[in-house]
Each structure stands twice: as structure tokens, then as C-alpha cells.
């Protein structure tokens, strides 16, 4: 197993267009993260999905904002109507629920955004 | 959403030197993490601890979970450049394994 992959690593494009974010996690893990980085800070919480079922979407996301894993595998995020507000890194994570004490999520590398 | 604040915000340390990160929070947390993440690159686990109190040893880093559960703070002895990064504790609030991160801590070595 080669870890999380997340596609495109880089996107850059212009306001008021669409985006997706693809992310594949580890074959074996049930369950899927999206967290938003702007440089420095620390993740934000976007949303996850546990198989094919999206548990919790945060408030700060907008409806610009959506997020599927349609057969509990890959995941896709898209941004519809890009604002200048939402560059930043998404980065994708997925975790085998329950996982005992260590709890841990495997993070890909990170699709980065610039929308100009 | 709970808040986790992280302090300092930034360090610059010789190596050699000893240092220590705190995280912060008003809330109980059923268990805390703390992940390192290098530019490019997604964070990765580095401990999880779970017990009020509680102690870990990673090699020179030293994890330390508060008596109450809301705060955790890590300690590098005879820091070296390889340390360098962004350190970033996440607390897991309800049990549930969703992890909320705090604000974290850029740590630099000067060789």
C-alpha cells in the first residue's frame, strides 16, 4: 500500500471558477478526512466520511462546498464558485475506526490551491 | 468545536538546546495527539496519549498529558536540525476519533 494519495498536488485558477480534489486513502480504512491548512496554522476540520456515509460537515464550510465518497473508497471535494478566501492546502486523511488507543490519522501530502 | 492553542506560535532555538511546546485547551479531551508535519508534506503521528498524567519518551521528546486532560506539552532535549518543523497537538473530544488540531508551533534549528 503506497499511503494517501491526493490529486492534483497543485491547482491554481482563476475566481469564480470550480475545483475538484480527488484523495484515495488506504485500501483498509473505513474512514475519510478532509481538513483545510493555510500556511503556518494548523488543519481545519472540513468533514469525514465513515464508508460511504458523511458524518459531519463543518459549520464554517460553506455550500460552495462539497464532499462525496460514493462507494466508501475514494473521495472527491469540490469548490464551486472559487473565492480568493479558499486558497489553501486540503489536505485528505483516513483512519481504520475504531482504531484502539493510537487513534491515528494518515494524511496525504495535500492539494494546494491558489485561486487568483 | 473545541479551541487548542499552541505556544510559542514560533522558535528559533540553537541546536543543542532544550525546549518545550505547549497545547492548551478549556476543554477535556479523551485523548490528545501530536503530530510533525515538514513543508510539502502531510502531518504524522508522533504519540497519542490518553491517561491524565500521562507520560511518553520518543527518543529526546517527552509528551506529557495534563492531570485534567486539557492540556499536553512536549519537551525536545538537545534539540537537532532534524527537529525542525511544524509541531501540531489534536484532541480528540468526544471520543469519536475526529480530531479538532490546535494552532501549532513552527520550531527551527540553527545548526
Known amino acids: 500500500d503506497t499511503g494517501v494519495s491526493q490529486d492534483p498536488r497543485h491547482k491554481i485558477t482563476k475566481r469564480g471558477q470550480n475545483v475538484t480534489f480527488r484523495c484515495d486513502p488506504i485500501s483498509e480504512h473505513n474512514r475519510l478526512y478532509w481538513y483545510r491548512q493555510t500556511l503556518g496554522q494548523g488543519p481545519e476540520f472540513l468533514t469525514y466520511?465513515?464508508?460511504?456515509?458523511?458524518?459531519?460537515k463543518s459549520r464554517l464550510l460553506s455550500d460552495r462546498f462539497s464532499a462525496e465518497r460514493p462507494k466508501g473508497s475514494f473521495s472527491t471535494l469540490e469548490i464551486q464558485r472559487t473565492e480568493q478566501g479558499d486558497s489553501a492546502m486540503y489536505l485528505c486523511?483516513?483512519?481504520?475506526?475504531?482504531?484502539?488507543?493510537?487513534?491515528?490519522?494518515?494524511f496525504g501530502e495535500g492539494s494546494r490551491l491558489t485561486v487568483l | 468545536t473545541q479551541l487548542l492553542e499552541q505556544s510559542p506560535q514560533f522558535l528559533s532555538i540553537q541546536e543543542g538546546e532544550n525546549l518545550t511546546v505547549y497545547c492548551n485547551s478549556s476543554s477535556v479531551f479523551s485523548s490528545l495527539q501530536w503530530y510533525r508535519q515538514e513543508p510539502g508534506e502531510g502531518p504524522v503521528l508522533l504519540v497519542t496519549?490518553?491517561?491524565?498524567?500521562e507520560v511518553k519518551k520518543l527518543k529526546r521528546l517527552t509528551f506529557q498529558f495534563g492531570d485534567a486532560r486539557k492540556d499536553s506539552s512536549l519537551h525536545i532535549t538537545a534539540a537537532q536540525p532534524g527537529d525542525t518543523g511544524l509541531y501540531l497537538c489534536a484532541g480528540d473530544d468526544f471520543g469519536n476519533e475526529k480530531l479538532t488540531f490546535g494552532t501549532g508551533t513552527r520550531l527551527t534549528i540553527i545548526p
Open positions: 466520511f465513515q464508508n460511504e456515509a458523511q458524518l459531519e
Open positions: 486523511a483516513s483512519s481504520h475506526y475504531p482504531s484502539g488507543r493510537t487513534g491515528e490519522l494518515f
Open positions: 496519549v490518553v491517561t491524565g498524567g
